[in-house]
């Protein structure tokens, strides 16, 4: 029997690591016995494993963790931080995630990969390619969960997401979809087949569905796809929009997306690029823009 240890290097964010998940389920339909280290160790490293998979996301946590693994034997270093065009073999891409690895009580996955956009600020184009269906909820979601993750990056131009849809409605799941939906595909039948899917944020706490409004380009779509949604009986209420800012728009843009997008009903948040954090970011994200007007705040501060 192998002694599997599996290092999710960014733990601390919270997000469970799919593919460790799924490789820990692999590795235990082999009889062997599987550990998990949360967080980049800061001690010697470990001995008595026959095998490590090292898994980096975030860039920020390169250098630590490739300093970590060049102190270890028989090391397997994957994730995007790493390495965009590592994949999965098919045996352990598709199977079913082990989800007790983080002791979770839902399931999550991908029904399709890449996306149809090609976004300057983003990797999926690099590191997924152009969309293509993948695996149905099915594969992934375990029967004892009432409680989704979908991973999709544009699920709505995924070539199933009607039939996706359709089996969350079937099984009565509370779905999170957790990139977001793209505004600009919105149909009207869409629009009520969301209303009729008991959708999420995160935490399964919060009524939530979560699109962007990154560009100036698009405008017209976003309106245009509110009025689908609030037409469908959704409450606007549940809607946030992710508004970046620092890539392509001057302040003035900025300004003129949160306002507009608070005017018309729905929760504006920021998302400043390379993270870069700033007065308007607070002033969006913490919704101070609901009760003190922008000017005052940034005298104030």
């Known amino acids: 029997m192998m002694r599997i240890l599996l290092v999710d290097a960014d733990s601390k964010d919270g997000f469970p690591n799919l593919a460790l998940m799924k490789i820990s389920a692999w590795h235990k339909e082999q009889g062997h016995s599987v550990e998990l280290i949360k967080g980049i160790p800061t001690t010697a490293p470990l001995n008595g494993y026959d095998k490590t998979y090292l898994s980096c996301i975030f860039f920020q946590n390169r250098d630590r963790v490739l300093d970590y693994a060049s102190q270890l034997d028989n090391v397997v270093l994957g994730g995007s931080g790493i390495d965009l065009d590592m994949r999965l073999d098919d045996d352990i891409e598709h199977i079913m995630p082990d989800y ?16 149809i956009r090609n976004c300057g600020f983003c990797i999926v184009p690099e590191k997924e390619g152009k969309i293509r269906d993948h ?9 004892e969960h009432k409680k989704i993750v979908l991973l999709d990056n544009n699920f709505l131009a995924s070539p199933r997401w009607q039939r996706n849809l359709s089996y969350i409605q079937g099984e009565g799941l509370k779905v999170n979809f957790n990139q977001g939906l793209d505004i600009r595909l919105l149909t009207e039948e869409m629009a009520y087949q969301l209303a009729h899917t008991k959708y999420y944020n995160w935490t399964f706490k919060i009524r939530g569905l979560h699109f962007a409004f990154d560009d100036m380009r698009y405008e017209e779509d976003v309106w245009k796809g509110i009025d689908l949604l609030e037409n469908a009986g959704i409450n606007l209420a549940h809607c946030l929009f992710y508004v970046l800012i620092g890539y392509n728009t001057t302040e003035d843009q900025d300004l003129y997306r949160i306002r507009s997008l608070y005017e018309r009903g729905v929760h504006p948040y920021v998302m400043p690029y390379n993270k870069h954090k700033s007065h308007l970011t607070r002033w969006v994200n913490r919704r101070y823009y609901q009760w003190v007007k922008w000017e005052d705040y940034l005298e104030s501060h």
């Open 100 to 115: 007790s690895l983080y002791d979770l009580d839902f399931s999550m996955g991908f029904t399709s990969r890449g996306c």
């Open 135 to 143: 695996a149905p909820i099915s594969e992934f979601h375990d029967p």
